[in-house]
């Protein structure tokens, strides 16, 4: 068990953490919800009905499908673009997707490698791409309650304010919709941006997202 804990710690520390901030997200979201309400005039409500309300998905989701299309793009802008001296890079003469023995697939597979890896045809195309088909869904459909929450959230808020309501294409087309995209990308392309560029010249002793600590600053590619 202690084995078991310490083999998947990041996972765990990350699942708890991100438990914990969606609590308290919850709980500061309601108040604040019911702050407004009460500023205008209207009755307050309960968590449960916060945690199934279009204010809450939309701001849930808006952030989720910024943080699914950060690792998305990363994914794939690693495959063909490189950084010197960054351990987030490729060696800077490996662009592209590689050959078959570099990716240890079919007949270049080994004994533990994964079954599909072996396998090719369809199931070794499928597998290749895993990652980014996995990351690509997760970010479309959490920009799609994004995109349908919002709505419902901004029309409430357009009715409350005795305006009309928009329709699925004016709201497609709205800088509400688009704001609230936009706000968040840029932050994730500048984090992303600043991680690669930032490791070239700084270090975290025993991070696997450092080089070591003495490593030159052109070294590529190298893990702490």
């Keep these: 068990m202690r084995g078991t804990i310490r083999n998947n710690s990041l996972s765990i520390f990350f699942g708890v953490i991100f438990l914990l901030a969606l609590i308290g997200q919850a709980l500061t979201g309601v108040a604040l919800y019911n702050e407004q309400q009460v500023a205008s005039g209207l009755d307050q409500i309960g968590l449960g009905r916060y945690l199934t309300s279009s204010a809450f998905a939309v701001d849930v989701s808006e952030n989720w499908q910024s943080e699914y299309l950060q690792f998305l793009l990363y994914i794939f802008a690693t495959v063909w673009f490189v950084q010197k001296g960054s351990p987030e890079s490729k060696e800077l003469d490996k662009t592209g997707r590689e050959s078959d023995e570099e990716q240890k697939v079919g007949k270049y597979a080994e004994a533990k490698s994964p079954e599909w890896a072996k396998a090719g045809g369809w199931r070794l195309a499928v597998f290749s791409r895993s990652l980014g088909i996995v990351m690509g869904l997760i970010f479309l459909l959490s920009w799609l309650v994004q995109y349908l929450a919002g709505r419902v959230a901004f029309n409430e808020e357009q009715l409350a304010n005795l305006q009309d309501p928009y329709g699925f294409a004016e709201y497609l087309g709205s800088p509400e919709f688009w704001n609230r995209t936009l706000q968040n990308w840029q932050s994730e392309f500048l984090a992303v941006g600043s991680m690669a560029v930032l490791s070239i010249y700084l ?19 190298q893990e702490g």
């Design 203 to 221: 270090r975290q002793r025993g991070s696997p997202e450092s080089k070591p600590v003495g490593a030159e600053h052109s070294a590529t590619a």
